[in-house]
């Protein structure tokens, strides 16, 4: 099973802790080979939000949710169920200093 987590949290990822400790993580998902892809993400400032409204396209710089969080992350994971993606998520080195979210991939 395929699972989405995204690493949300208060500050810039720039300003998250713990530079070695995800880069360990990351290479022990990837040798496993439950690491799809994944990686950090710029700050909402330099997002863009694409919608269509009355037929209009309207592009807007910056985040397009209002939250006290940001997005600061992501990785794609291939797990063989919810609870060894669990595992994996809870052993993440920002588990304890951010949320990370788990989302399954509708098949």
């Given at each position: 099973m395929r699972f989405l987590m995204?690493?949300?949290?208060?500050?810039?990822?720039a300003e998250v802790p713990g530079g070695?400790?995800?880069?360990?993580?990351?290479?022990?998902?990837?040798?496993?080979?439950?690491?799809?892809?994944g990686g950090a993400l710029a700050p909402e400032?330099?997002?863009?939000?694409?919608?269509?409204r009355d037929g209009q396209r309207q592009v807007t710089e910056g985040a397009f949710l209002e939250?006290?969080?940001?997005?600061?992350?992501?990785?794609?994971?291939?797990?063989q169920?919810?609870?060894?993606?669990i595992?994996?998520?809870a052993a993440h080195p920002?588990?304890?200093r951010c949320t990370l979210e788990i989302r399954p991939f509708v098949d």
């Open positions: 995204m690493v949300c949290g208060p500050v810039a990822p070695p400790a995800v880069a360990q993580w990351v290479t022990a998902m990837d040798s496993k080979g439950l690491r799809i892809t400032t330099e997002a863009i939000a694409v919608r269509i939250t006290k969080g940001a997005l600061l992350g992501f990785d794609l994971l291939e797990c169920d919810l609870a060894e993606a595992d994996l998520v920002l588990a304890s």
